[in-house]
């Protein structure tokens, strides 16, 4: 049996009106994505869940969630892991917090906004409100295809950096006609970066984030 995956929290003010799940890039941890929720999510109106991934890899630090032969190309077994751990743990906060995957939005930089991308448009998986996903694509994976049926009330925001050299802006332009051709709500930012979050784009993103689970103040 898999072991639970690790998680970090960011303190919610007051009852939440929302869940915000975060998903690190290779080779960091939970904490790394933790401080975006304090800008994104400034008021505090979300409870925010940051996760490690499952994997460790020789030669390395970190952690990760699936091994990587070529780029946009997730190794399956592991893929398929990552999907699973990810899947008990977003059901199980589902469950405890009495918050559903209709307020739920899906997060991640890199390798974790592959796997935001996965869990959002996996068939089997509940609809979410929304995938924020920072220089990442949606895989190709044998055996896995992603799934826009019934997700047409799913938002997705998207920002890539054009000067990206670890996974170059064709895979965040991909994403973004995939997900428009599938009927999905997309709101993409592209900018003179590489493999960062560009600060320009936080305020944008943290006015989707609250259009998407809005407090409802």
């Known amino acids: 049996m ?15 009106a929302g869940l915000l799940v975060l998903h690190h890039g290779r080779g960091t941890d939970e904490n790394d994505l933790l401080g975006l929720a304090d800008v994104i999510d ?3 109106q979300l409870r925010v869940v940051s996760v490690r991934g499952p994997l460790q890899v020789p030669g390395w630090p970190g952690f990760h969630w699936y091994l990587v032969s070529r780029v946009g190309y997730p190794e399956r077994a592991s893929f398929d892991g990552a999907r699973e751990a990810l899947a008990e743990l977003h059901d ?7 918050i559903g995957p209709e307020q739920t939005v899906l997060g ?4 974790g906004a ?4 996965a869990m959002a448009w996996s068939e089997e998986r509940p609809a979410v409100a929304g995938v924020l996903a920072f220089s990442g694509f ?4 044998s055996g896995w295809r992603p799934s826009f049926e ?7 925001f998207i920002a890539h950096g054009d000067a990206d050299p670890v996974i170059e802006i ?29 600060p320009a784009t936080v305020p944008i993103a943290a006015e989707w984030l609250a259009a998407t689970v809005p407090s409802g103040d």
């Open 2 to 16: 898999t072991p639970p995956l690790v998680t970090v929290e960011r303190p919610v003010a007051g009852d939440p």
């Open 42 to 44: 400034p008021a505090g």
């Open 92 to 98: 199980g906060l589902w469950e405890e917090s009495g």
């Open 108 to 111: 991640g930089f890199s390798m």
């Open 114 to 117: 592959v796997m935001s991308h």
């Open 138 to 141: 949606v895989p190709t994976v």
């Open 150 to 156: 019934g997700r047409e009330g799913t938002k997705a």
């Open 170 to 198: 064709g895979f965040g332009r991909a994403a973004r006609d995939l997900l428009v051709a599938g009927g999905i709500d997309v709101t993409y930012r592209e900018s003179s970066v590489v493999h960062a979050i560009d």
